[in-house]
């Protein structure tokens, strides 16, 4: 039987955040690696990416410590994270 720990850490979550991506980091498959090594459903909500720059909304679902690990992991790789508030493409 799952604690009550284990079982908020279970549940399904969402989340909106921007990633912009250093100029090294604009070729990288990063949102490819972060849905399959941290098994995060990711859509991307806006996109702006050019050769010397870049930036992503993205809607983040899965585990909250899956989603949390993600994060850790893409800003580790130099990848700034901002939460959004709200739907980017509705309004």
Not at 42 to 68: C, F, H, M
Not at 74 to 89: A, E, F, H, N, Q
Request: hydrophobic share 40%; proline share 2%.
């Amino acid at each position: 039987m799952l604690t009550q720990e284990e079982k908020e850490e279970k549940k399904m979550a969402k989340r909106q955040v921007m990633f912009t991506f250093p100029r090294e980091l604009i070729r990288e498959s990063i949102i490819y690696t972060l849905s399959h090594q941290f098994k995060i459903v990711t859509n991307i909500r806006r996109a702006d990416v050019s050769e010397d720059r870049g930036w992503v909304v993205l809607e983040l679902e899965g585990e909250e410590k899956d989603i949390n690990a993600g994060i850790a992991w893409v800003t580790g790789k130099g990848i700034r994270v901002d939460p959004v508030t709200g739907d980017i493409v509705e309004g």
